[in-house]
C-alpha cells in the first residue's frame, strides 16, 4: 500500500518502545517501511484512536476516522475481498463512504499493546493520514 499509495497518503507506524532508541532503530533498519516511525513510549496515541491490539490500521481523513481494524481477516490473508484496510483505504481515496465490512475486520487477533497490559516490548501499530 505504501507504494500505491504514497503520493496521496501520509503513511506513520506508531511504536511502542518505551523510549528505547535502539529497539526503534533495530526496527527501522530491519523493516525499512520508508515511512515516518513515532514512538509512542506510553500509549497516549493508541488511546487516542483506540487501538489497543496489533495488527491494526486507522485511517483518518481530515480531523475524522475513517476506518479502524485489521488489515485483513488473518495473519496470512490471501483473500482479496478480506483485505479490509486497502479496501477501506481505496474507499477515501476515491471520496466513498467507509465500507461496512463483517465483525472480523475489528475483532483484534494479534498481541495487546504493552500500555494495555503493562509490558514493556516493542510493538507497532500504524495510521494513514489523507488530507488536512
Known amino acids: 500500500m505504501v507504494r500505491r499509495y504514497s503520493g496521496d497518503i501520509e503513511f506513520i507506524a506508531v511504536l511502542q518502545a518505551d523510549g528505547d532508541q535502539e529497539k526503534i532503530k533495530t ?3 530491519k523493516y ?6 513515532i514512538d509512542d513510549p506510553d500509549g497516549k496515541i493508541a488511546d487516542l484512536l483506540g487501538v489497543y491490539s ?5 485511517l483518518i481523513k481530515g480531523d475524522r476516522v475513517f476506518y ?3 488489515y485483513n481477516r488473518a ?3 490471501i483473500s482479496r475481498n478480506t483485505k479490509f484496510a ?8 476515491n471520496d466513498e463512504p467507509p465500507p461496512e465490512f463483517p465483525s472480523v475486520a475489528f475483532t483484534a487477533y494479534g498481541c495487546e499493546l504493552p500500555s494495555n497490559t503493562e509490558q514493556s516490548d516493542l510493538t507497532l501499530f500504524s495510521f494513514f493520514n489523507y488530507g488536512n
Open 54 to 58: 496489533t495488527p491494526q490500521a486507522v
Open 75 to 77: 495473519r496470512f490473508c
Open 86 to 93: 486497502e479496501i477501506a483505504l481505496t474507499a477515501l481515496i
Open 68 to 70: 479502524k481494524g485489521n
Open 27 to 29: 526496527f527501522k533498519d
Open 32 to 37: 525499512d517501511l520508508g515511512i515516518r516511525v
